[in-house]
């Protein structure tokens, strides 16, 4: 199971990198996409939609089932990856690199501190194996 040092993790298997103080990079982890099995469709959310951090904002089908993606932060959605929408099973291949979801501008930087440390991912990973 790959989880790369330099990310942050939510208890719902997604992970997000800062782009910089405002802006992050959001997908779901190589933990979530190898229980998903083959992913076949990915929703992604509508540029300059607001969420709040815990809420729904992406939809992934996977051969076994149909899951919600939640937003780790609060924000807006800056900028999607559209080529998830032609070849979903991108998450499968490279979760941490093309298999990207979306950028967010965040607003609430005090909302990084609810994240997981990379060592603490991988005791939430060990404790659901």
């Known amino acids: 199971m790959n989880i790369p040092g330099d990310l942050l993790y939510t208890k719902t298997h997604e992970w997000v990198k800062k ?3 405002k802006e ?21 959310p509508a540029l300059q939609k607001e969420f709040k951090a815990g809420n729904p904002y992406a939809v992934i089908e996977s051969v076994k089932a149909a899951y919600d993606i939640y937003a780790p932060l609060s924000g807006k959605v800056t900028q999607v990856n559209t080529a998830l929408q032609e070849n979903p099973q991108v998450v499968n291949e490279d979760a941490y690199g093309k298999g990207w979801f979306c950028h967010m501008e965040i607003v609430n930087p005090g909302e990084f501190k609810n994240l997981l440390l990379p060592d603490q ?3 939430l990973c060990n404790s659901e194996q």
């Open 121 to 123: 991912y991988q005791a």
């Open 19 to 21: 782009v910089n103080e």
């Open 24 to 44: 992050v990079v959001i997908g779901i982890t190589d933990f979530a996409q190898q229980q998903l099995h083959d992913i076949v469709f990915v929703e992604l």
